[in-house]
T-cell receptor, first 112, second 114 residues
């Protein structure tokens, strides 16, 4: 089983809909992250959480919200989706300090 | 702020050719440096890392040396294979605003042809 699991893997929806992307991990890491990937732009950080009570905005948090339901679960919500939020979304986890991050396989989100 | 600049792709090489993907960085303090690889349809996987100046990270025939004097972390492989076709991301992790966030380059797509 994957250490970092994202659901769904693919989603097509319409403008204005509320969408939730979910991430769960079995690595026992405290830190969790949400990124979006756009062609030619690399990965950009949306939100990150260092523990259940600690939520921080990243580089591009506008239009997104998150919830850290437990150490192992971190969900990303788009309250009212718009077409320019069409992208590949990744969840990642890490241990403390300069430890590398471990990524899920991504959710491909298309907003029509 | 922190930033990572890597050579733009796409890069197309023949099998067994030598690979170099350039990466330079700007960071405060003493960052750790990483190369991640993304195969088609998959998430990013850590390829190698270096945590201090002059460290050499290596894995699967790939190498990169942390050069503080030139603020660089170039990725090299002596003989690429078709299975190395992927997108490669250089990244750094440095303390800033009390966090250890990863800052990524934009990625370099490598295609290896038989």
């Amino acid at each position: 089983d994957a250490d970092v699991t994202q659901t769904p893997r693919n989603r097509i929806t319409k403008t204005g809909k509320r969408i939730m992307l979910e991430c769960s991990q079995t690595k026992g890491h405290d830190r969790m992250y949400w990124y979006r990937q756009d062609p030619g732009l690399g990965l950009r950080l949306i939100y990150y959480s260092f523990d259940v009570k600690d939520i921080n905005k990243g580089e591009i948090s506008d239009g997104y919200s998150v919830s850290r339901q437990a150490q192992a679960k971190f969900s990303l919500s788009l309250e009212s989706a718009i077409p320019n939020q069409t992208a590949l979304y990744f969840c990642a986890t890490s241990d403390f300090g300069f430890q590398p991050q471990h990524f899920g396989d991504g959710t491909r989100l298309s907003i029509l | 702020g922190n930033s990572v600049t890597q050579m733009e792709g796409p890069v197309t090489l023949s099998e067994e050719a030598f690979l170099t993907i350039n990466c330079t960085y700007t960071a405060t303090g003493y960052p750790s440096l990483f190369w991640y690889v993304q195969y088609p349809g998959e998430g990013l996987q850590l390829l190698l890392k270096a945590t201090k100046a002059d460290d050499k990270g290596s894995n699967k025939g790939f190498e990169a040396t942390y050069r503080k004097e030139t603020t660089s972390f170039h990725l090299e492989k002596g003989s690429v294979q078709v299975s190395d076709s992927a997108v490669y991301f250089c990244a750094l992790s440095a303390s800033g605003a009390g966090s250890y966030q990863l800052t990524f380059g934009k990625g370099t797509k490598l295609s290896v042809i038989p």
